[in-house]
C-alpha cells in the first residue's frame, strides 16, 4: 500500500486527480472505477478542468460506478448518474455509451444487478477503482456484515449511511433505503484500488480499516488483501494512522 499525506482537501483532490489523469493518459481505453458522494467532488472538477486544457481525452475511456440508490431516476438531483453527469461526464469528451451506473428505477433491481454485473464482467477489469469510505467502514455501498458481498448486489442501507446521507436530502425519510452496489469481490478485481479520505471524522475509521483486523464488519479493512492500493487523504483524516 502506498499512502500520501496531503495538507488538506483540495491538495487531497489534486492527487486523487492527478493518479486518475495519469491512468486516462497511460492507457486512453482503461476502464475506470468511479465514486460518488462529496469526497472526489474536486478531483472530478479538476480532471474536467484537465481535458477543457487539452491535457485530457476520455474519448476511449469507459466507466463503471459503484452504485446507485433504488427508487430515484437518473434525472433526480440525488441520484448517482446525475451527479456524475453533472460533476464529470458532462463536462468531458466521455462517450455517454461508455459511462455505466445502475439503473435505479429498474423495476427488478435484483435482475438489474445481475445485468450490471454482466456489464462488468464484460469491461473488466477495472483499471484502477476510486473509493471513498464510510463512517462504518463501508465501501460503496457494502455496509458492515457478517460477510462480504461478492458481486453487485441490492443491500439494506445502514441507518449510519442514512443519515449521514440526510444532508443531500430535504430530511432523512427522503434517503433511499435501499441501494445496487457493486460488490466486495468485484471491487478487489480492480487492478489498482485508489482510496480517498478527507477530515478529522474519518480519522478512527481509517485506523481501524487499515491497521485493524480484516473483517466483514469493517469493509474496507479487505483492501489489506489487495496488492495494489493508493491510500490519499488529508492530515487530518490520516492522523491516527
Known amino acids: 500500500m502506498r499512502i500520501y499525506v496531503t495538507e488538506d482537501y483540495n491538495a487531497m483532490s489534486r492527487r486523487v486527480a492527478s493518479i486518475l489523469a495519469a491512468q486516462v493518459i497511460l492507457k486512453p481505453d482503461c476502464v475506470l472505477g468511479l465514486a460518488t458522494g462529496s469526497t472526489p467532488v474536486g478531483a472530478y472538477k479538476l480532471l474536467a478542468e484537465g481535458y477543457k486544457k487539452g491535457d485530457l481525452d476520455f474519448s476511449q475511456v469507459r466507466s463503471i460506478n459503484l452504485d446507485e440508490y433504488v427508487g430515484l431516476a437518473p434525472t433526480h438531483d440525488q441520484s448517482y448518474r446525475y451527479f456524475m453527469q453533472s ?32 456489464v462488468i464482467r464484460t469491461l473488466g477489469p477495472i483499471d484502477i477503482q476510486l473509493l471513498g ?5 463501508h465501501i460503496g455501498f457494502n455496509e458492515p456484515a457478517d460477510a462480504f458481498a461478492l458481486e453487485t448486489n441490492l443491500v439494506n442501507l445502514a441507518e449510519s449511511t442514512i443519515q449521514a446521507n440526510a444532508r443531500f436530502f430535504a430530511s432523512a425519510d427522503e434517503v433511499p433505503r435501499q441501494a445496487m452496489t457493486m460488490g466486495i469481490q468485484t471491487i478487489m478485481q480492480a487492478r489498482k484500488v485508489l482510496v480517498a479520505v478527507s477530515g478529522k471524522d474519518k480519522a478512527a475509521i481509517v485506523k481501524k ?33
Do not use: W
Open 87 to 118: 460533476n464529470l461526464f458532462d463536462h468531458v469528451n466521455i462517450n455517454p455509451d461508455n459511462t455505466n451506473v445502475p439503473n435505479g428505477l429498474a423495476a427488478d433491481p435484483a435482475e438489474e444487478c445481475r445485468r450490471y454485473n454482466q
Open 133 to 137: 469510505m464510510g463512517h462504518n467502514g
Open 209 to 241: 480499516a487499515f491497521t485493524g483486523p480484516v473483517t466483514p464488519q469493517v469493509p474496507a479493512s479487505i483492501l489489506q488483501m489487495h496488492p495494489d492500493v493508493i491510500l490519499v487523504g488529508d492530515k487530518a483524516a490520516l492522523s491516527e494512522l
